[in-house]
């Protein structure tokens, strides 16, 4: 089973500024099969990005995804009041896919 | 617009069996592109996936799991269903029904708004 590591557990910051959220897999997993997912309290998760790198339809621009290896980066470059909320990541190149156990972004 | 709606009993006494369902609007189970997933959310805690259906019938399951688990599929209504026997209190979760776009790799594109389980007698 592949285990996703993401960090940091929570990140405090302002609106306006920029975040990074990391998602760190224990085996290879193609850039193809990993995704992120937002939400919010009392909500189903929303599918952010797609193939690492892909934002689903609807999804700001100012949510960009990358990766290196087996690192993978969602970056929210300006924060808006409505980004606050837990992120997901998850691959589905490899059963059972497997999400990362998540980070809280909260206003700082 | 695609929906999907989750349905079945918010309490199980332990021991029991979990049986939810998901109603499909705006999307044909019987199309050859998607998989039809549950995911599980334990209160305050993170997504675990449980396991998926293809319309014909095929399935992959969680090894964790796998034994307790059946996902099964009714065309004529267009929805999936989830069961899940031998239920305890660490099965207590939010589950949510997706699909899962395989003309896309499989990502989860649409989710139902979630289902609280709660097991207890």
């Known amino acids: 089973e592949i285990v996703l590591t993401q960090s940091p557990g929570t990140l405090s910051l302002s609106p306006g500024e920029r975040a990074t959220l990391s998602c760190r897999a224990s085996q290879s997993v193609s850039s193809s099969y990993l995704a992120w997912y937002q939400q919010k309290p009392g909500q189903a998760p929303r599918l952010l990005i797609s193939g690492a790198s892909t934002r689903a339809t609807g999804i700001p621009d100012r949510f960009s995804g990358s990766a290196s290896g087996t690192d993978f980066t969602l970056t929210i470059s300006r924060l808006e009041p409505e980004d606050f909320a837990v992120y997901y990541c998850q691959q589905y190149g490899s059963s059972p896919y497997t999400f990362g156990q998540g980070t809280k972004l909260e206003i700082k | 617009q695609v929906q999907l709606q989750e349905s079945g009993p918010g309490l199980v006494k332990p021991s029991g069996t979990l049986s939810l369902t998901c109603a499909v609007s705006?999307?044909?189970?019987?199309?050859?592109?998607?998989?039809w997933s549950w995911v599980r959310q334990p209160p305050g805690k993170g997504l675990e996936w449980i396991g998926e259906i293809y319309h014909g019938g095929n399935t992959n399951y969680n090894p964790s799991l796998k034994s307790r688990v059946t996902i099964s599929v009714d065309k004529s209504k267009n929805h999936f269903s989830l069961r899940l026997t031998s239920v305890t209190a660490a099965d207590t979760a939010v589950y949510y029904c997706?699909?899962?776009?395989?003309?896309?790799?499989?990502?989860?594109?649409?989710w139902g708004q979630g289902t609280l389980v709660t097991v207890s007698s």
């Open positions: 705006g999307a044909s189970i019987s199309s050859t592109t998607y998989w």
């Open positions: 997706a699909r899962a776009d395989y003309g896309d790799y499989g990502k989860l594109d649409y």
